[in-house]
């Protein structure tokens, strides 16, 4: 099956700097998806995307499928944005292997 | 639209007891899954199903059995409960796109 790395696996950052998180996966896939999942364990969707490039307010991600991986930018981070991401994807369309994610924290 | 709900939200069971966790979505949504989350280890795939009636196999399958009787329901059973089933438990739907997650379920077998 498909295998997703992600990078780095905890990264610290000031309130106000930009990140990028970075998902490799080992084959072709017709599904990529970005969670968040906050301190209180909830798993938020960010992005479904298997392709391309998404925006929605501070946080955009680009998906070069081609070259079999994703990035994740967090602009102007905010002590909300602390958690841990994951990065998903599928070679079908309805099964998702997930990586280990990233621990993200972001101090005031 | 309260879109994927778990029953319950905290569990702790002796080693050897049984229980059944319910997942419950009002989307409509043909795809079901439980996975199971470690520290370190990401979410993990234990079944799934891709409509009523149907389960499947996922990476982490032993020790567990599921049903998906109505198609907005899918339970996810542990007949012999093991210390190793210690976790938190993720119950997700979709339409075969984009997943939704529920709260989870914190189970503690000691």
């Known amino acids: 099956g498909i295998q997703v790395e992600q990078s780095p696996p905890d990264l610290i950052l000031q309130e106000g700097a930009n990140s990028t998180l970075r998902c490799n996966f080992s084959?072709?896939?017709?599904?990529l998806q970005w969670f968040h999942q906050n301190p209180w364990g909830q798993l938020i969707n960010l992005f479904y995307i298997p392709s391309g490039t998404k925006q929605n307010g501070r946080l955009s991600a680009t998906t070069v499928a081609t070259e079999r991986y994703s990035l994740l930018y967090i602009s102007s981070s905010q002590t909300t944005d602390s958690g841990v991401y994951f990065c998903?994807?599928?070679?079908?369309?309805?099964?998702?292997?997930f990586g280990k994610g990233t621990l993200l924290t972001v101090n005031p | 639209n309260a879109g994927v709900t778990q029953t319950p939200k905290f569990r702790v069971l002796k080693t050897g007891q049984s229980m059944t966790l319910l997942c419950a979505q009002d989307?409509?949504?043909?795809?079901m899954y439980w996975y199971r989350q470690d520290p370190g280890m990401g979410l993990r795939l234990i079944h799934y199903s891709v409509g009523e009636g149907t389960t499947a196999k996922g990476e982490v399958p032993d020790g567990y059995n599921v049903s998906r009787l109505k198609k907005q329901n899918f339970l996810l059973g542990l007949e012999s409960a093991a210390p190793s089933q210690t976790s938190v438990y993720f119950c997700?739907?979709?339409?075969?796109?984009?997943?939704?997650f529920g709260p989870g379920t914190r189970l503690t077998v000691l």
């Open positions: 989307m409509n949504h043909e795809y």
């Open positions: 084959d072709s896939v017709n599904n």
């Open positions: 998903a994807a599928g070679g079908s369309n309805y099964k998702l292997t």
């Open positions: 997700a739907s979709s339409t075969g796109y984009e997943q939704f």
